[in-house]
Protein backbone atom coordinates (compact mmCIF):
# COMPACT_ATOMS: atom_id res chain seq x y z
CA UNK A 1 0.00 0.00 0.00
CA UNK A 2 1.41 3.51 -0.66
CA UNK A 3 1.60 6.14 1.72
CA UNK A 4 -1.07 9.16 1.12
CA UNK A 5 0.98 12.39 -0.67
CA UNK A 6 0.60 14.09 2.87
CA UNK A 7 3.13 11.17 4.31
CA UNK A 8 5.30 11.25 1.80
CA UNK A 9 7.49 14.14 2.74
CA UNK A 10 7.89 12.87 6.15
CA UNK A 11 8.89 9.77 5.45
CA UNK A 12 11.28 10.97 3.28
CA UNK A 13 12.84 12.97 5.73
CA UNK A 14 13.03 10.12 7.89
CA UNK A 15 15.15 7.66 5.74
CA UNK A 16 17.82 10.11 4.98
CA UNK A 17 17.91 11.98 8.17
CA UNK A 18 21.34 10.83 10.35
CA UNK A 19 20.73 8.89 13.32
CA UNK A 20 20.46 10.51 16.28
CA UNK A 21 23.12 8.92 18.66
CA UNK A 22 22.88 11.78 21.35
CA UNK A 23 19.72 9.49 22.35
CA UNK A 24 20.22 6.14 21.68
CA UNK A 25 23.98 4.95 22.30
CA UNK A 26 25.56 2.47 19.91
CA UNK A 27 26.72 -0.63 20.66
CA UNK A 28 30.22 -1.16 22.15
CA UNK A 29 32.61 -3.71 20.54
CA UNK A 30 35.51 -3.04 22.69
CA UNK A 31 38.56 -3.89 20.01
CA UNK A 32 40.89 -1.26 20.62
CA UNK A 33 44.06 -2.30 21.93
CA UNK A 34 44.29 0.56 24.21
CA UNK A 35 45.03 -0.04 28.30
CA UNK A 36 41.71 2.16 30.14
CA UNK A 37 40.10 1.75 33.44
CA UNK A 38 37.93 -0.98 34.37
CA UNK A 39 34.62 -0.61 33.38
CA UNK A 40 35.44 0.95 30.48
CA UNK A 41 35.64 0.22 26.54
CA UNK A 42 38.13 1.26 23.75
CA UNK A 43 36.88 1.21 20.50
CA UNK A 44 37.82 1.94 17.02
CA UNK A 45 35.74 4.29 15.34
CA UNK A 46 37.72 4.77 12.06
CA UNK A 47 40.98 4.20 10.65
CA UNK A 48 43.33 5.46 8.39
CA UNK A 49 41.94 8.68 7.79
CA UNK A 50 45.12 10.75 7.34
CA UNK A 51 46.26 12.59 9.95
CA UNK A 52 43.39 13.75 12.06
CA UNK A 53 43.67 16.23 14.13
CA UNK A 54 41.39 18.22 16.57
CA UNK A 55 37.86 17.06 16.10
CA UNK A 56 34.04 17.92 17.49
CA UNK A 57 30.69 16.26 18.00
CA UNK A 58 27.46 17.14 17.19
CA UNK A 59 24.21 17.01 18.78
CA UNK A 60 23.10 14.08 16.99
CA UNK A 61 26.48 12.16 17.09
CA UNK A 62 28.31 13.32 13.92
CA UNK A 63 32.07 13.46 14.50
CA UNK A 64 33.78 16.24 12.46
CA UNK A 65 37.56 16.19 12.45
CA UNK A 66 40.25 18.94 11.17
CA UNK A 67 43.25 16.55 9.38
CA UNK A 68 46.39 18.28 8.78
CA UNK A 69 47.97 18.36 5.36
CA UNK A 70 51.51 18.56 6.87
CA UNK A 71 51.74 15.99 9.11
CA UNK A 72 52.87 12.24 7.90
CA UNK A 73 50.01 10.29 8.92
CA UNK A 74 49.24 6.97 7.71
CA UNK A 75 47.64 6.08 4.15
CA UNK A 76 43.84 6.32 3.90
CA UNK A 77 41.98 3.79 3.10
CA UNK A 78 38.96 5.48 3.23
CA UNK A 79 39.27 8.05 -0.05
CA UNK A 80 38.97 10.93 2.86
CA UNK A 81 42.79 11.44 3.25
CA UNK A 82 45.90 12.17 3.94
CA UNK A 83 45.41 15.53 2.03
CA UNK A 84 44.01 17.43 4.85
CA UNK A 85 40.50 18.47 5.59
CA UNK A 86 37.17 18.42 7.36
CA UNK A 87 36.11 14.93 7.51
CA UNK A 88 32.78 13.90 8.69
CA UNK A 89 32.60 10.34 11.06
CA UNK A 90 28.81 8.92 10.84
CA UNK A 91 27.48 5.79 12.24
CA UNK A 92 23.88 5.07 10.50
CA UNK A 93 23.58 1.49 12.12
CA UNK A 94 24.58 1.93 15.84
CA UNK A 95 27.62 -0.80 15.96
CA UNK A 96 29.90 2.11 17.47
CA UNK A 97 31.52 2.24 14.07
CA UNK A 98 31.81 4.72 11.27
CA UNK A 99 30.19 3.65 8.47
CA UNK A 100 29.83 7.11 6.44
CA UNK A 101 33.62 8.28 6.52
CA UNK A 102 33.23 11.53 4.20
CA UNK A 103 35.32 14.55 3.52
CA UNK A 104 33.46 17.85 3.43
CA UNK A 105 35.82 20.42 2.49
CA UNK A 106 38.70 22.54 3.42
CA UNK A 107 42.32 22.11 3.01
CA UNK A 108 43.22 21.44 6.43
CA UNK A 109 44.85 21.92 9.76
CA UNK A 110 44.54 21.50 13.79
CA UNK A 111 41.29 23.50 15.53
CA UNK A 112 37.84 22.87 15.03
CA UNK A 113 34.85 24.26 16.74
CA UNK A 114 30.81 24.11 16.74
CA UNK A 115 28.50 27.16 17.72
CA UNK A 116 25.51 29.51 16.46
CA UNK A 117 25.02 27.77 12.88
CA UNK A 118 28.99 27.29 12.03
CA UNK A 119 31.22 25.11 11.64
CA UNK A 120 34.94 26.35 12.50
CA UNK A 121 37.89 25.85 11.30
CA UNK A 122 41.46 26.04 10.89
CA UNK A 123 42.59 26.07 7.07
CA UNK A 124 46.38 26.10 6.83
CA UNK A 125 47.65 29.43 8.36
CA UNK A 126 43.70 30.69 8.05
CA UNK A 127 40.65 30.63 10.30
CA UNK A 128 37.31 30.44 8.49
CA UNK A 129 33.88 29.38 9.39
CA UNK A 130 30.79 27.89 7.18
CA UNK A 131 27.36 28.28 7.60
CA UNK A 132 26.34 24.67 9.41
CA UNK A 133 23.30 22.53 10.25
CA UNK A 134 23.57 19.23 12.41
CA UNK A 135 23.26 16.87 9.93
CA UNK A 136 24.68 18.61 7.13
CA UNK A 137 27.04 16.47 4.79
CA UNK A 138 28.07 19.47 2.46
CA UNK A 139 29.96 22.75 3.08
CA UNK A 140 29.21 25.77 1.39
CA UNK A 141 31.78 28.75 0.60
CA UNK A 142 33.75 29.37 3.86
CA UNK A 143 34.35 33.12 5.72
CA UNK A 144 38.10 33.73 6.15
CA UNK A 145 37.71 35.48 9.20
CA UNK A 146 41.63 35.50 10.18
CA UNK A 147 44.10 35.06 7.18
CA UNK A 148 47.43 34.68 6.91
CA UNK A 149 48.39 34.10 10.39
CA UNK A 150 52.71 34.11 10.81
CA UNK A 151 53.92 30.74 8.91
CA UNK A 152 56.90 29.10 10.60
CA UNK A 153 57.78 27.74 13.85
CA UNK A 154 54.55 26.47 16.00
CA UNK A 155 52.00 27.37 13.66
CA UNK A 156 48.98 25.06 14.06
CA UNK A 157 46.45 28.23 15.37
CA UNK A 158 44.12 25.97 17.12
CA UNK A 159 41.26 28.40 18.77
CA UNK A 160 38.22 28.45 20.86
CA UNK A 161 35.16 30.62 20.20
CA UNK A 162 33.31 32.01 23.00
CA UNK A 163 30.25 34.28 22.31
CA UNK A 164 31.65 36.93 20.05
CA UNK A 165 35.48 36.36 20.49
CA UNK A 166 37.87 34.15 19.01
CA UNK A 167 40.93 32.96 21.50
CA UNK A 168 43.59 31.96 19.04
CA UNK A 169 46.95 29.78 19.75
CA UNK A 170 49.62 31.87 17.81
CA UNK A 171 52.81 29.38 19.26
CA UNK A 172 56.25 30.89 18.79
CA UNK A 173 58.29 31.26 15.68
CA UNK A 174 61.95 29.38 17.62
CA UNK A 175 62.58 27.09 20.85
CA UNK A 176 63.67 29.88 23.32
CA UNK A 177 64.04 33.08 21.31
CA UNK A 178 67.68 32.59 20.93
CA UNK A 179 69.79 34.60 18.76
CA UNK A 180 70.70 31.50 16.56
CA UNK A 181 68.03 29.38 17.48
CA UNK A 182 68.48 25.62 18.71
CA UNK A 183 72.74 26.78 18.16
CA UNK A 184 74.32 25.74 21.42
CA UNK A 185 75.00 28.34 23.89
CA UNK A 186 73.57 30.68 21.87
CA UNK A 187 71.87 33.83 23.97
CA UNK A 188 68.50 34.74 24.17
CA UNK A 189 67.23 37.95 22.34
CA UNK A 190 66.94 40.15 25.25
CA UNK A 191 63.66 41.38 25.25
CA UNK A 192 62.53 38.56 23.19
CA UNK A 193 60.84 40.59 20.01
CA UNK A 194 58.59 37.54 19.03
CA UNK A 195 56.28 38.70 21.89
CA UNK A 196 54.44 41.51 20.45
CA UNK A 197 53.02 39.11 17.77
CA UNK A 198 53.94 35.28 18.94
CA UNK A 199 53.99 33.45 21.76
CA UNK A 200 50.55 33.72 23.31
CA UNK A 201 46.97 34.19 22.70
CA UNK A 202 45.41 36.57 20.76
CA UNK A 203 41.53 37.95 20.66
CA UNK A 204 39.63 38.46 17.59
CA UNK A 205 35.84 39.59 16.77
CA UNK A 206 34.23 35.89 16.08
CA UNK A 207 31.99 37.36 13.84
CA UNK A 208 33.94 40.01 11.71
CA UNK A 209 35.44 38.44 8.44
CA UNK A 210 38.55 39.62 6.72
CA UNK A 211 40.53 40.51 9.95
CA UNK A 212 44.49 40.01 9.71
CA UNK A 213 47.03 38.99 12.62
CA UNK A 214 47.20 42.77 13.60
CA UNK A 215 43.88 43.20 14.80
CA UNK A 216 43.50 41.09 16.92
CA UNK A 217 44.77 42.18 20.47
CA UNK A 218 47.03 40.09 22.97
CA UNK A 219 45.32 38.17 25.77
CA UNK A 220 47.65 36.73 27.51
CA UNK A 221 51.48 36.21 26.97
CA UNK A 222 54.53 34.24 27.25
CA UNK A 223 52.78 30.73 26.33
CA UNK A 224 55.16 29.28 24.02
CA UNK A 225 52.67 26.97 21.72
CA UNK A 226 49.16 26.26 23.20
CA UNK A 227 47.68 23.46 21.07
CA UNK A 228 45.65 22.29 23.84
CA UNK A 229 43.49 25.58 24.75
CA UNK A 230 40.21 24.60 25.43
CA UNK A 231 37.61 26.46 27.65
CA UNK A 232 36.85 25.18 30.93
CA UNK A 233 32.49 25.10 31.20
CA UNK A 234 32.56 24.36 35.02
CA UNK A 235 35.09 27.69 35.72
CA UNK A 236 33.94 29.67 32.95
CA UNK A 237 37.67 30.49 31.54
CA UNK A 238 40.41 29.50 29.25
CA UNK A 239 42.65 27.14 29.85
CA UNK A 240 45.39 25.45 28.48
CA UNK A 241 48.58 23.40 28.19
CA UNK A 242 51.73 24.13 27.12
CA UNK A 243 54.20 22.69 24.78
CA UNK A 244 57.46 23.53 27.14
CA UNK A 245 60.63 24.28 25.20
CA UNK A 246 63.15 21.53 24.16
CA UNK A 247 67.18 21.04 24.25
CA UNK A 248 68.40 22.35 27.86
CA UNK A 249 70.68 18.68 27.37
CA UNK A 250 71.75 19.87 23.69
CA UNK A 251 72.28 23.39 24.08
CA UNK A 252 73.44 23.84 27.26
CA UNK A 253 74.99 20.72 29.24
CA UNK A 254 72.02 20.04 31.26
CA UNK A 255 72.39 15.85 32.11
CA UNK A 256 70.58 13.54 30.23
CA UNK A 257 68.16 12.67 33.20
CA UNK A 258 67.36 16.50 33.57
CA UNK A 259 67.11 17.00 30.03
CA UNK A 260 64.48 14.26 30.13
CA UNK A 261 62.02 15.49 32.47
CA UNK A 262 62.59 19.31 32.26
CA UNK A 263 60.75 21.41 31.57
CA UNK A 264 57.64 19.96 32.73
CA UNK A 265 54.54 20.62 30.84
CA UNK A 266 52.55 23.27 32.10
CA UNK A 267 48.84 23.36 32.82
CA UNK A 268 47.60 27.28 32.86
CA UNK A 269 44.36 29.18 34.05
CA UNK A 270 44.57 31.52 31.53
CA UNK A 271 42.83 35.48 32.28
CA UNK A 272 43.88 38.83 30.38
CA UNK A 273 46.37 40.01 30.93
CA UNK A 274 48.41 37.20 31.61
CA UNK A 275 52.34 36.36 31.68
CA UNK A 276 53.51 32.64 31.95
CA UNK A 277 57.00 33.35 30.98
CA UNK A 278 58.46 32.33 28.25
CA UNK A 279 61.44 32.31 26.78
CA UNK A 280 62.78 33.70 29.96
CA UNK A 281 61.56 31.27 32.28
CA UNK A 282 60.60 27.28 32.22
CA UNK A 283 59.16 25.06 35.35
CA UNK A 284 61.49 23.18 37.06
CA UNK A 285 60.29 19.78 37.76
CA UNK A 286 63.19 19.24 40.16
CA UNK A 287 62.53 22.80 41.89
CA UNK A 288 59.08 23.00 41.44
CA UNK A 289 58.56 25.93 40.15
CA UNK A 290 59.32 28.38 37.44
CA UNK A 291 63.34 29.23 36.92
CA UNK A 292 65.63 31.54 34.27
CA UNK A 293 66.04 29.87 31.55
CA UNK A 294 70.01 29.31 30.94
CA UNK A 295 69.41 31.92 27.57
CA UNK A 296 68.78 34.70 30.00
CA UNK A 297 71.57 33.16 32.60
CA UNK A 298 70.05 30.83 34.72
CA UNK A 299 71.31 27.90 36.14
CA UNK A 300 68.48 25.46 36.59
CA UNK A 301 67.71 26.60 40.09
CA UNK A 302 68.17 30.88 39.99
CA UNK A 303 64.47 32.60 40.14
CA UNK A 304 65.24 36.00 38.85
CA UNK A 305 62.34 38.06 36.77
CA UNK A 306 60.29 34.35 36.82
CA UNK A 307 58.85 35.72 40.31
CA UNK A 308 56.73 38.00 38.64
CA UNK A 309 55.48 35.42 35.98
CA UNK A 310 52.53 33.09 36.29
CA UNK A 311 53.10 29.46 37.86
CA UNK A 312 51.00 27.12 36.10
CA UNK A 313 47.96 24.86 38.05
CA UNK A 314 49.67 21.64 37.68
CA UNK A 315 53.01 20.21 35.97
CA UNK A 316 53.47 16.78 34.09
CA UNK A 317 56.73 15.26 33.14
CA UNK A 318 58.78 16.73 30.50
CA UNK A 319 58.14 16.51 26.84
CA UNK A 320 54.94 14.50 27.03
CA UNK A 321 53.22 17.23 24.11
CA UNK A 322 50.17 17.85 25.46
CA UNK A 323 47.81 18.44 22.41
CA UNK A 324 44.31 18.53 23.68
CA UNK A 325 42.42 19.17 26.73
CA UNK A 326 39.07 18.24 27.57
CA UNK A 327 37.18 19.10 31.06
CA UNK A 328 34.20 16.77 31.57
CA UNK A 329 30.43 17.73 31.66
CA UNK A 330 28.69 14.63 31.01
CA UNK A 331 27.12 12.03 33.08
CA UNK A 332 27.92 8.46 32.10
CA UNK A 333 31.40 8.12 33.49
CA UNK A 334 31.53 7.85 37.10
CA UNK A 335 31.22 10.66 39.64
CA UNK A 336 35.11 11.07 40.19
CA UNK A 337 35.43 12.56 36.36
CA UNK A 338 33.01 15.06 36.55
CA UNK A 339 35.30 17.19 38.67
CA UNK A 340 38.99 17.69 36.48
CA UNK A 341 40.78 17.56 33.19
CA UNK A 342 41.70 14.80 30.39
CA UNK A 343 44.67 15.94 28.41
CA UNK A 344 45.96 14.33 25.51
CA UNK A 345 49.83 13.79 25.08
CA UNK A 346 51.34 13.86 21.74
CA UNK A 347 54.42 12.29 23.00
CA UNK A 348 57.62 13.04 23.22
CA UNK A 349 60.97 13.47 20.91
CA UNK A 350 63.10 15.39 22.94
CA UNK A 351 63.98 12.66 26.31
CA UNK A 352 66.87 11.21 23.97
CA UNK A 353 68.81 9.59 24.40
CA UNK A 354 66.35 8.04 27.48
CA UNK A 355 63.77 6.14 26.13
CA UNK A 356 60.63 8.81 25.25
CA UNK A 357 57.22 8.85 26.83
CA UNK A 358 53.81 10.11 26.62
CA UNK A 359 52.13 9.08 24.06
CA UNK A 360 48.71 8.96 26.56
CA UNK A 361 45.54 10.44 27.88
CA UNK A 362 45.86 11.70 31.55
CA UNK A 363 43.09 12.80 33.55
CA UNK A 364 43.63 15.29 36.39
CA UNK A 365 41.33 16.15 39.26
CA UNK A 366 40.51 19.61 40.08
CA UNK A 367 38.78 21.65 42.65
CA UNK A 368 38.11 24.90 41.40
CA UNK A 369 41.49 26.21 40.00
CA UNK A 370 43.28 23.81 41.99
CA UNK A 371 44.32 20.09 41.80
CA UNK A 372 43.07 18.03 43.41
CA UNK A 373 45.52 14.98 43.62
CA UNK A 374 47.88 13.64 41.08
CA UNK A 375 47.36 13.25 37.83
CA UNK A 376 47.07 9.39 36.46
CA UNK A 377 46.63 7.80 33.28
CA UNK A 378 43.40 7.04 31.75
CA UNK A 379 44.39 5.43 28.35
CA UNK A 380 47.81 3.96 27.11
CA UNK A 381 49.05 1.45 24.83
CA UNK A 382 48.96 3.82 21.89
CA UNK A 383 52.62 3.32 21.07
CA UNK A 384 54.43 -0.16 21.54
CA UNK A 385 57.28 -0.53 23.56
CA UNK A 386 60.02 -0.62 20.79
CA UNK A 387 58.27 2.99 19.52
CA UNK A 388 58.86 4.55 22.52
CA UNK A 389 62.31 3.58 23.24
CA UNK A 390 63.32 5.00 19.66
CA UNK A 391 66.29 7.23 21.54
CA UNK A 392 66.88 9.49 18.09
CA UNK A 393 66.92 13.03 18.61
CA UNK A 394 64.10 13.31 16.19
CA UNK A 395 60.55 12.58 16.02
CA UNK A 396 59.60 9.23 15.17
CA UNK A 397 59.43 8.45 11.75
CA UNK A 398 55.83 8.58 9.59
CA UNK A 399 54.04 5.90 8.39
CA UNK A 400 54.01 3.95 11.47
CA UNK A 401 51.20 2.18 12.78
CA UNK A 402 52.23 3.36 15.95
CA UNK A 403 49.64 5.94 17.05
CA UNK A 404 50.00 9.15 18.66
CA UNK A 405 47.24 10.49 20.77
CA UNK A 406 45.85 14.38 19.66
CA UNK A 407 42.41 15.19 19.82
CA UNK A 408 39.71 14.48 21.93
CA UNK A 409 35.90 15.67 22.51
CA UNK A 410 32.77 14.47 23.97
CA UNK A 411 29.70 13.39 22.85
CA UNK A 412 26.41 13.72 23.93
CA UNK A 413 25.48 10.57 25.41
CA UNK A 414 29.10 11.30 27.52
CA UNK A 415 31.83 8.82 25.73
CA UNK A 416 34.80 10.23 24.78
CA UNK A 417 36.34 10.61 20.79
CA UNK A 418 40.18 10.62 20.97
CA UNK A 419 42.30 10.89 17.39
CA UNK A 420 45.58 9.84 16.49
CA UNK A 421 47.46 11.38 13.58
CA UNK A 422 50.45 9.03 13.18
CA UNK A 423 48.17 6.26 12.09
CA UNK A 424 45.27 7.49 11.49
CA UNK A 425 42.86 6.62 14.36
CA UNK A 426 39.94 7.40 16.03
CA UNK A 427 38.93 5.50 19.30
CA UNK A 428 35.63 6.02 21.16
CA UNK A 429 36.01 5.00 24.73
CA UNK A 430 32.68 4.43 26.64
CA UNK A 431 31.92 3.53 30.45
CA UNK A 432 30.03 0.00 30.44
CA UNK A 433 30.30 -0.32 34.27
CA UNK A 434 31.39 -3.20 36.79
Known amino acids: MRPSPRLRPLLAA ?31 VADRLGAPRHLVVARNGDVLINTNPSRGGAESGTGAGPGGGVILLRDTNRDGRADVVRKLGGSGGTGIALGDGYLWATDRNNVVRYRY ?15 NMPTGGHSAYNFVVRGSVLYVNVGSRTNSCQERDRQPRSKGVDPCDELASRAGIWAFDANKPGQRPGDGRRYATGIRNAVALAWNEPANELWTMMHGRDQLGMNWGFDDRYNAENPGEELLQIREGDDFGWPYCFYSTDEKKLVLAPEYGGDGRDVGRCASKKAPVYAFPGHWAPNATLFYTGRSFPAEYRRGVFVVFHGSWNRAPLVQDGF ?6 LAGSRAAGAARTFADGFASEAFKGNRTAGPPPPGSRNHRPTGIAQAPDGSLYITDDLGGTVYRISYQGK
Open 14 to 44: ALTAPVALAAQRPSAVCDADLRVPAGFCAQV
Open 360 to 365: RVSFLP
Open 133 to 147: SVGDTVLGAADTIVA
